[in-house]
C-alpha cells in the first residue's frame, strides 16, 4: 500500500513540476528540454534537483527591496554632461543593449588603467585607500586572509582610524574565510562597517525560500567617489590559498577615473542599501570629475533579482557588432544557446575570433562541460587556445581594437542568470589597445587546440562531455 502511494506521489509531483516547467516564462527551449528530461528521466533525485536549483528563488520582500532602492537611485546618478548621444554607429547597438540590461546610459571622459598581473597591483589598492579623505567602500566576492588580503584590511584600519568612512561588502561564502579571520574584528574595531552578503543563517530553512547559491560576485572599490577600481580580481594573492594547486591565478584590475566613477559607486550603494537598510544616495550627488577627450564607459550591472535580460545579451550584441576581430578571455565556458551562436556565427562570417581558456580548471565539472563546446567552436573557425601557467581567470571581450568588456562575469549560465555581477564597456581604441596586448600575453602562454586532438579525445571522454553540454542549462 505505501508503496503504491510512493509512487503515484512521485509521479504527481513529477507531473507538476513538468507543468511548472513548460508554463514559466522566459526560459530558453533547452533549458525546458533538459529540465523535463532530468525531471522524468532521474526518478526523485530529478524532483530534489529540481526543487534546489531550478528556479532562482528570492523572497519577494528582498527583490522588490532591491528594485525599489535601485529605482531611488536612478534620479540621482543619471543626470551628467558626459552622457554619450552620438556614439560611434558600430558601438550604438551595443550601449542600447547595456542600458537596456543594466539601465546606466554611457559617460565620455574616464581615464583608465590597467593594473599589474602581479600582486603589486595590491599595492595600487592600497596606496589608493591610505590617500583617501572621505570614504572608502569596498566590495569583494572573494576576500582571504592571506597576504593581499591582509595589507588591504590594514589600509581599510588606517583609513577607519583617521576618520574616514569604511565600509565593506564581502560575499558571505565567498569570504567566509576572512569574515572567521582577525582581520575582519580589527577592521570592525577600528570602526569600519562591514557586512556580508547572503549569509546562510540556518540553511535548512533557508533552502525552502531562496536558492542558497545566490552570490554577488562583484569585484568593486570606490574612493571618495573620485576612483574605482574593478575586474576579475578578487582580493588575494596569486598564489590563491584555498585552491593552490591551479596557481598561478592571472586576473585583471582597471583604475577608473571619471563621470564612470559615479556609476560603480550606484552599484555599491544599490548593494549597501539593500543589506543594510541605510540610505547613502546623496554620495552621488558629488559632481563629475572629467578626464578630455578620455574613454567612453558603461557599467553593466546584473543579479537575479532583475530579469530584463543578461550580461550574455549584452555579450552576445557585441559579437554581432563585429566586423574583424574578437578575442575572448574567459576561465568558463558554458554558455547560452544565443551566444555560443553568436561566437560561431562571428567565425564563419570571416570575423576572426579568438578564444582562450585555462588548459587546467579548478572546476572538473565545468571545465569538462566547456569541453563539449569544443569541436562546435573550432570547426566553425574559432581559433581555441589553451592557457598553460596556471589558471586563467581574466574576463575581457574585445572587438575590432574598438571596445571591450571586462568584469567579473564569466561566459557562463551562473554569471548570466544567478550571480551578482558588474561589468564595464570600454571605447577608447588606445586602451584596447593595451587590453589585447594583455590578451597576446596570454596567448604566448597558451598552446592551441586542434579539431584532430578533440575527434582523438576517448569515447568515455567524449561521451562525458557531450552530456555535461547538453546539460548546461542546468548548470
Given at each position: 500500500?505505501?508503496t503504491?502511494?510512493l509512487v ?13 516547467v ?6 530558453e527551449?533547452?533549458?525546458r ?24 528563488r ?24 558626459q ?14 543593449a ?9 559617460v ?37 586572509p ?5 595589507r ?27 569574515v572567521?579571520s ?29 536558492r542558497?547559491?545566490v ?47 559615479r ?9 549597501w ?15 563629475d ?22 550580461i550574455?545579451?549584452?555579450l ?5 557588432a563585429?566586423r574583424?576581430?574578437?578575442?575572448i578571455?574567459t ?37 569538462a ?8 567552436l573550432?570547426?566553425?573557425?574559432v581559433r ?11 574576463k575581457i ?13 564569466n ?7 544567478l ?10 581604441p ?10 597576446a ?35
Amino acid at each position: 500500500m505505501w508503496t503504491t502511494f510512493l509512487v503515484i506521489a512521485h509521479y504527481t509531483i513529477a507531473t507538476l513540476i513538468v507543468i511548472r516547467v513548460l508554463l514559466r516564462p522566459g526560459l530558453e527551449p533547452s533549458a525546458r528540454l533538459a529540465w523535463v528530461l532530468m525531471v522524468e528521466a532521474l526518478p526523485v533525485i530529478g524532483i530534489g534537483a529540481y526543487a534546489l536549483f531550478g528556479e532562482v528563488r528570492m523572497r519577494r520582500a528582498e527583490v522588490q527591496r532591491m528594485a525599489d532602492v535601485r529605482n531611488s537611485l536612478t534620479g540621482r546618478w543619471q543626470v551628467s554632461p558626459q552622457k554619450v548621444d552620438d556614439p560611434p554607429p558600430q558601438v550604438a547597438p551595443v550601449i542600447e543593449a547595456n542600458q537596456a540590461v543594466g539601465g546606466m546610459y554611457a559617460v565620455r571622459g574616464n581615464a583608465l588603467r590597467l593594473l599589474a598581473e602581479d600582486d603589486s597591483a595590491i599595492d595600487d589598492l592600497v596606496a589608493a585607500i591610505d590617500a583617501a579623505r572621505d570614504h572608502v567602500h569596498v566590495l569583494f566576492y572573494i576576500w582571504l586572509p592571506d597576504d593581499s588580503g591582509a595589507r588591504v584590511a590594514a589600509a581599510v584600519v588606517r583609513a577607519a582610524q583617521r576618520g574616514v568612512a569604511a565600509r565593506v561588502i564581502v560575499d558571505a561564502v565567498g569570504s567566509r574565510g576572512l569574515v572567521r579571520s582577525a582581520l575582519w574584528s580589527d577592521m570592525q574595531a577600528a570602526g569600519a562597517v562591514c557586512v556580508t552578503a547572503f549569509p546562510w543563517g540556518m540553511p535548512l530553512v533557508s533552502m525552502l525560500f531562496q536558492r542558497l547559491d545566490v552570490r554577488n560576485h562583484r569585484k568593486i572599490v570606490v574612493i571618495d567617489n573620485a576612483v574605482a577600481f574593478s575586474g576579475s580580481r578578487n582580493c588575494a594573492d596569486m598564489a590563491f590559498a584555498i585552491k593552490p594547486r591551479f596557481a598561478p591565478w592571472i586576473d585583471i584590475l582597471v583604475e577608473l577615473r571619471g563621470p564612470a566613477v559615479r556609476q560603480m559607486q550606484a552599484i555599491f550603494l544599490a548593494d549597501w542599501i539593500s543589506y543594510t537598510g541605510r540610505d547613502l544616495g546623496d554620495m552621488l550627488e558629488m559632481a563629475d570629475s572629467a578626464a578630455q577627450p578620455g574613454a567612453i564607459v558603461q557599467a553593466v550591472a546584473t543579479g537575479p533579482d532583475r530579469r530584463e535580460g543578461s550580461i550574455g545579451d549584452c555579450l552576445t550584441t557585441m559579437i554581432y557588432a563585429a566586423r574583424d576581430q574578437v578575442i575572448i578571455t574567459t576561465p568558463y565556458y558554458v554558455p547560452d544557446a544565443a551566444l555560443d551562436a553568436a561566437i560561431r556565427s562571428a567565425a564563419r562570417r570571416g570575423v576572426r575570433v579568438t578564444m582562450i581558456l585555462p588548459e587546467r580548471n579548478d572546476s572538473l565539472v565545468v571545465g569538462a562541460t566547456s569541453q563539449g563546446f569544443y569541436h562546435d567552436l573550432i570547426q566553425a573557425g574559432v581559433r581555441l587556445m589553451l592557457f598553460q601557467r596556471g589558471l586563467l581567470h581574466a574576463k575581457i571581450l574585445s572587438v575590432d581594437g574598438q571596445m571591450a568588456m571586462i568584469g567579473s562575469a564569466n561566459l557562463d549560465r551562473r554569471s548570466f542568470e544567478l550571480n551578482y555581477e558588474v561589468n564595464m564597456l570600454i571605447v577608447d581604441p588606445d586602451f584596447i589597445a593595451i587590453l589585447d596586448r594583455q590578451q597576446a600575453g596570454y596567448l604566448d602562454r597558451a598552446r592551441e587546440i586542434t579539431l584532430d586532438e578533440v575527434r582523438g579525445w576517448t569515447r568515455i571522454r567524449r561521451i562525458r562531455n557531450n552530456l555535461l553540454a547538453l546539460a548546461s542549462p542546468l548548470l
